[in-house]
């Protein structure tokens, strides 16, 4: 790769992408609203804000690839997910359009199916459930980016991501933990491919505990090494177990299931 934008990178996952993919591209350009200042080799910066369609076409300019983690990742009101995750969404799509980018990582959200039961092993097929307004936010960039490939072949993997932490941290995310080097290692498999098309892509690592199933998605050749099975001991001892029929318990999404709504009723 000779210049892939990487957005959001100052979170905490844009954070770890810079460190596992240093060296990867030839120019990584790092974009998000918090200036960066630790800039590395091979990184450079541009300031933007994702509803600012004019700056994210600067931004998208001359690039070969776009990693696209900025947005909200958390739940809240329609109007604070808005400009991020819809609008930034559009204008990343369309910016790539114009500019003749045909392949985009979009990092979609577990989220997105957060209202399937834990009993239920979900595949690329499976029908969004959303949990939330953010999940919302996600199945709204996955139809887009479906939209996009259809109409103009802008090739898309819609990482629908787990918990991509330095380790799980509770009983849920023994199934849903992902590894900071196995993501880095489907962004690889995902540009390096001959033909993406618009993919589900379920973003968990190899882990004992499981709900989705990539088999649909094996021709990208990713194989997460990674597993929460070291950390099982560790987060079972420290974790409490809920009553079994509390909602968190219940539904794939965890707290999203029960967070917000946060609307004001008049």
């Not at 979009?106 to 997105?112: G, I, L």
């Not at 819609?158 to 962004?187: F, N």
Request: with cysteine.
């Amino acid at each position: 790769m000779k210049r892939v934008l990487l957005t959001g990178a100052a979170g905490t996952l844009g954070k770890a992408m810079r460190r596992t993919l240093a060296g990867w591209a030839d120019e990584l350009v790092l974009s998000d609203l918090v200036q960066i200042t630790d800039l590395k080799p091979g990184e450079s910066f541009q300031a933007c804000d994702l509803a600012d369609f004019d700056g994210v076409k600067a931004l998208v300019k001359g690039c070969d690839g776009i990693i696209h983690l900025g947005g909200q990742s958390i739940e809240g009101t329609f109007e604070s997910i808005l400009n991020g995750n819809l609008k930034g969404t559009y204008h990343i799509y369309e910016a790539a359009r114009q500019h003749q980018v045909t392949r985009i990582f979009f990092a979609s959200s577990n989220h997105v199916v957060g209202f399937h039961s834990r009993e239920t092993r979900l595949d690329a097929d499976s029908p969004m459930r959303p949990d939330s307004l953010y999940g919302v936010s996600k199945g709204f960039g996955e139809l887009l980016a479906r939209y996009y490939f259809e109409k103009f072949g802008i090739e898309s993997a819609l990482v629908r991501i787990g918990s991509c932490l330095p380790k799980p941290l509770d009983r849920r995310m023994l199934s849903t933990w992902l590894s900071e080097e196995d993501i880095a290692d489907l962004v690889k498999c995902v540009f390096r491919v001959n033909r993406l098309a618009c993919t589900v892509v379920y973003g968990a690592s190899n882990n004992p505990w499981s709900w989705w199933d990539n088999r649909k998605s094996n021709f990208l050749g990713w194989q997460p090494k990674d597993s929460s099975a070291q950390f099982e001991t560790e987060v079972l001892a420290q974790d409490p177990l809920l009553d079994g029929d509390h909602p968190a318990l219940l539904f794939q999404g965890g707290f999203f299931a029960t967070a917000g709504h946060f609307e004001d009723d008049d």
